[in-house]
């Protein structure tokens, strides 16, 4: 039975989105649903997780409902949808009563497959749906959302409980890009879903390089930006700022420079901020200078790169940002300036937040990874708690390494320290107890018997915090926030400690600056195609887009115009057997794209 529906599912995903297999999990988790059970999914940003509940709701009689936070995500995966053939609709505060009552009309009907909608509106008109409307399944998205422990906390998500109360048959899926091991498992306990099963894919975004640049001047700021925008060869992207007048001041800049640049924060007027997005969508602006509430809900396939002008006040909200570089899976870059100025701003914001313990802590792991000497990409994924015990190649600090030694006696000592405390000390408490303190609480706590005491005397307590922290951040210990901070072994630590696994640590020094001008790393490996050919394709997106008011990425990604340019088709069956290429956009756009190959290619005999 597997096996058929895997077919069909197989031959949904060929028809509707032009891919010839699934990406990892993404089978899991359709049969999983198909199946009747609850699931909770992490992907990575551009990972697939739309997949999961687009092709059970594909396979399924009845309706998928697609709790989504804002009106921009759900707009974009409607529009996105209809392009591939796919009957969705949005119910929300755009359109009038009588279009969001057709909507529910053709949901009664069957016509509409996927039906979106916030957790508001969904709350509020619940009990008021017919019960003949079938529901396939209820899929919520950006589901870190209902946990106080995620970066995005909204009160309205944990109302969500009442789904499964309300449709105790309805298989029901959380899915997020942004989940660390609390925030995970409140998502399942709010949601009502103990029993769900838990699909974790990589973190890993490979085509991001990752960089940062500590303490840089104003000038040398605008200076290594610009130099990032011409380097991406007219490629797009989007400039975090921590406030408004950043934002314009950059955008200023930037535009007397001529870029086409715009500015995007909350003091704007709605349709501006509308248009700026649009424009940004449509390729019709490069640049959009930004505060945090950019961005949520874009799908936008060809972002070339993500600057932070200032650095984020988490490790989540940073890893969410950076995401929308990159999404077509080519190579991207994501560059963070850092200053202790931002920190001092940071942490002003996390005193007076309603969980200023949680957000300090958060803004402590960040600010270690702003300064850090240890891989970045190895940092940022063991923070998400998935194991990378490899240095990445792709970057800064790769491509600059630091001087390493073998670390592996100093993290057996710290790791026996926290094993006969019984995991019940934080960082400062187990420096103590290495040195060999006679602090009141120490010896009052009995940690002066234990036979680690005193083990590590010879470092000082800079020389341990130093280490530590790249323990934490190569993933050999974790601190659970739940636990008042306490330093807990993970499963690479314990291979660590019983010596399954040596370990490279960055050599402290007491002169230890950080790095700012790390070297430039070759470009990724891309897919060999013709410049020429590909800017001319990119024209012919842009042409088409325009006369349906549509945004380029949603006919066709810069991904798959490589394809094409690669593979040069030049008949109707050439260019439906490419990647990323369906039924409906085969028959829309096949004659217009195989046309600017074969003119190509006659020019140029």
Same mark, same amino acid.
């Given at each position: 039975?597997n096996?058929? #529906?895997?077919?069909?599912?197989? =031959? #949904? ?26 699931a909770?999914v992490?992907?990575p ?6 997949i999961?509940?687009?092709?059970? =709701? ?18 974009d995966q ?8 796919v009957?969705?609709?949005a119910?929300?505060?755009?359109? +009038?009563?009588?279009?969001n009552?057709?909507i ?9 497959k ?11 008109e619940?009990?008021?749906? =017919? ?11 950006? %589901?870190?959302?209902?946990?106080q ?7 309205e998500?944990t109302q969500?409980s009442?789904?499964?109360d309300?449709?105790p ?38 085509n991001?390089e ?18 990032l925008?011409?380097?991406s ?13 950043n934002?314009e001041?950059?955008?200023? *800049? ?7 640049a715009?500015?995007y924060h909350?003091?704007l ?9 649009q ?13 945090? %509430? ?7 396939? +060809? ?10 006040? +988490?490790?989540?909200s ?7 570089a ?51 990409? *190895? ?8 194991r ?10 790769c ?15 710290a790791?026996?320290a ?20 006679r602090?009141?609480?120490l ?15 010879d470092?000082?307590?800079? =020389?341990?915090?130093a280490?530590? #922290?790249?323990?934490?951040?190569l ?5 659970a926030y739940?636990?008042? +901070?306490?330093?807990h ?7 660590? #400690?019983v ?11 007491y ?10 790393l ?5 897919l ?8 001319l ?14 945004a ?43 046309s600017?190959?074969?003119n ?6």
């Amino acid at each position: 039975m597997n096996d058929i #529906l895997r077919r069909q599912a197989l =031959a #949904l995903l060929k028809r509707f989105y032009g891919y010839t297999d699934f990406y990892p999990l993404q089978w899991e988790v359709i049969d999983c649903v198909m199946s009747g059970k609850d699931a909770v999914v992490l992907m990575p940003t551009g990972g697939g997780k739309s997949i999961c509940y687009q092709i059970p =709701a594909l396979l399924s009689d009845g309706c998928a409902i697609v709790v989504s936070p804002l009106l921009s995500l759900m707009k974009d995966q409607v529009d996105a949808l209809l392009a591939n053939g796919v009957p969705a609709a949005a119910i929300n505060s755009t359109n +009038n009563d009588s279009v969001n009552h057709e909507i529910l009309e053709q949901v009664y009907a069957g016509r509409i497959k996927l039906l979106y909608i916030s957790p508001e509106r969904l709350l509020s008109e619940m009990q008021s749906w =017919a019960s003949d409307m079938k529901i396939s399944l209820i899929a919520i998205d950006e %589901a870190h959302c209902i946990s106080q422990w995620g970066h995005d906390f909204r009160p309205e998500y944990t109302q969500l409980s009442v789904l499964k109360d309300r449709f105790p048959s309805v298989p029901v899926m959380a899915l997020t890009a942004t989940a660390d091991r609390l925030t995970r498992q409140d998502i399942s306990k709010q949601l009502g879903i103990p029993e769900a099963q838990l699909f974790i894919d990589s973190f890993d975004r490979p085509n991001i390089e990752l960089r940062v640049a500590a303490n840089v001047s104003g000038k040398q700021k605008l200076s290594r930006i610009i130099e990032l925008i011409d380097s991406s060869k007219g490629g797009c992207g989007i400039i975090y700022c921590l406030s408004r007048k950043n934002v314009e001041t950059l955008t200023s *800049r930037l535009t007397a420079l001529g870029y086409k640049a715009a500015s995007y924060h909350a003091g704007l007027p709605n349709d501006e901020r509308e248009r700026v997005q649009q424009e940004f969508l449509n390729d019709d602006i490069q640049i959009v200078c930004a505060t945090i %509430a950019f961005g949520m809900g874009i799908n936008k396939s +060809n972002v070339r790169w993500v600057i932070h002008n200032n650095m984020p006040k +988490n490790m989540e909200s940073y890893y969410q940002e950076i995401g929308r570089a990159g999404r077509d899976g080519l190579p991207a870059v994501a560059l963070m300036f850092y200053s202790f100025g931002d920190v001092q701003a940071l942490m002003s914001f996390a005193h007076d937040s309603g969980q200023s313990a949680v957000n300090i802590e958060k803004l402590h792991r960040i600010q270690q990874y702003a300064e850090s000497t240890v891989c970045r990409r *190895r940092i940022l994924l063991n923070y998400f708690n998935e194991r990378y015990d490899r240095d990445c190649g792709n970057c800064d600090v790769c491509a600059a390494p630091p001087e390493r030694i073998d670390g592996t006696i100093i993290c057996q000592m710290a790791l026996s320290a926290v094993i006969r405390t019984g995991e019940k000390v934080g960082f400062t408490m187990l420096i103590d107890i290495l040195r060999g303190s006679r602090k009141a609480d120490l010896v009052a706590a009995g940690f002066d018997k234990i036979k680690t005491y005193g083990v590590g005397h010879d470092l000082s307590f800079a =020389a341990w915090n130093a280490y530590l #922290l790249q323990m934490l951040q190569l993933g050999i210990i974790d601190v659970a926030y739940e636990d008042s +901070n306490h330093i807990h072994i993970t499963p690479y630590g314990r291979e660590v #400690l019983v010596g399954k696994s040596p370990v490279q640590l960055s050599k402290f020094h007491y002169e230890n600056k950080f790095n700012t001008q790390a070297k430039q790393l070759k470009e990724s490996t891309q897919l060999s195609f013709d410049d020429a050919l590909f800017a001319l394709l990119k024209e012919t997106r842009y042409a088409l887009a325009k006369a349906q008011h549509i945004a380029p990425y949603l006919i066709f990604s810069d991904k798959v115009l490589q394809v094409i340019a690669s593979n040069r088709p030049v008949s109707r069956s050439e260019f439906a057997s490419l990647y990323g290429i369906g039924e409906r956009k085969t028959a829309l756009y096949w004659r217009q794209f195989t046309s600017v190959v074969i003119n190509y290619m006659n020019s140029n005999k």
